[in-house]
C-alpha cells in the first residue's frame, strides 16, 4: 500500500502575510486555503506564477464551457491517479456543470463509448484526454474529428489544460498531498 503521510506538509495558519495574500487570492472569498494551494505555497515565487496561468485555466477567457473544461480536468486527474484534484473538482464542480452520477463514475472508471455520453463532442474530449495520457500525441484520426467541431483556440485550450492537469498531478501525487475531508474518492463513485 501506497504511504498516505504527506511528503510537504500544507502550510498551516497563521501564515504570513504575503502568503495569507496569495492564498486568498487563490480561492473564493472567504472560502480557506486548499490543501494543494497551502502545500504550493512553501515555494512563493513558483505559487505567484502559477497564478496567472491558473486563474485563466478556470477562468472565463478559457475558449472552451466550464462543462468542457470539468469533463477534461476529471478525466485527466483520474487518468492519472490524482484522487486529491478528482476529487477537489468533483466537489466543486460537477454538479455546477451538470455532471450525472454515472457520468462522474464513467470519467473516472470508464471510457468515451460509456452509454452515458449521447453528445459527441464529450466523447471526443474523453478520447483526447485519454489519447493524450496514453501517448503525449493525438492521432490524425481523432484530430481531424476534434477538428471538425473546435476551433484552433479551443484546440490549443484543450491540449494545454489536459497538460495543466498532468502537471498538477504529478504535484499532488508526488508530494501526497492530504485529501480533503469533504471531497469524494474514488471509491465513492466506483461501478
Keep these: 500500500m501506497v504511504s498516505t ?4 506538509s500544507p502550510l498551516e495558519a497563521p501564515y504570513p502575510p504575503d502568503v495569507a495574500e496569495r492564498l486568498a487570492a487563490m480561492m473564493p472569498p472567504g472560502a480557506p486555503p486548499i490543501a494543494l494551494f497551502r502545500t504550493f505555497a512553501h515555494n512563493m515565487p513558483m505559487t505567484t506564477a502559477m497564478g496567472g496561468w491558473g486563474s485563466y485555466e478556470l477562468g472565463k477567457q478559457l475558449s472552451l464551457t466550464m462543462r468542457d473544461r470539468e469533463i477534461v480536468i476529471d478525466r485527466t486527474c483520474a487518468r492519472c491517479g490524482c484522487e486529491y484534484e478528482w476529487g477537489v473538482h468533483v466537489l466543486f464542480f460537477a454538479e455546477r456543470v451538470g455532471l450525472s452520477g454515472e457520468q462522474v463514475t464513467s470519467l473516472t472508471h470508464g471510457g468515451a463509448a460509456d452509454a452515458c455520453w449521447p453528445d459527441e463532442r464529450e466523447r471526443l474530449l474523453i478520447a483526447a484526454v485519454d489519447e493524450l495520457h496514453d501517448s503525449a500525441t493525438i492521432g490524425d484520426e481523432l484530430w481531424g474529428r476534434l477538428a471538425a467541431i473546435l ?3 479551443q484546440l490549443l485550450d484543450l491540449l494545454l489544460l489536459a497538460g495543466w492537469y498532468h502537471a498538477i498531478s ?3 501525487n508526488g508530494a501526497r498531498v492530504p485529501l480533503e475531508i469533504a471531497a469524494p474518492r474514488f ?3 466506483a461501478p
Design 187 to 189: 471509491a465513492d463513485v
Design 151 to 153: 476551433t484552433e483556440q
Design 5 to 8: 503521510v504527506p511528503r510537504i
Design 170 to 172: 504529478y504535484a499532488a
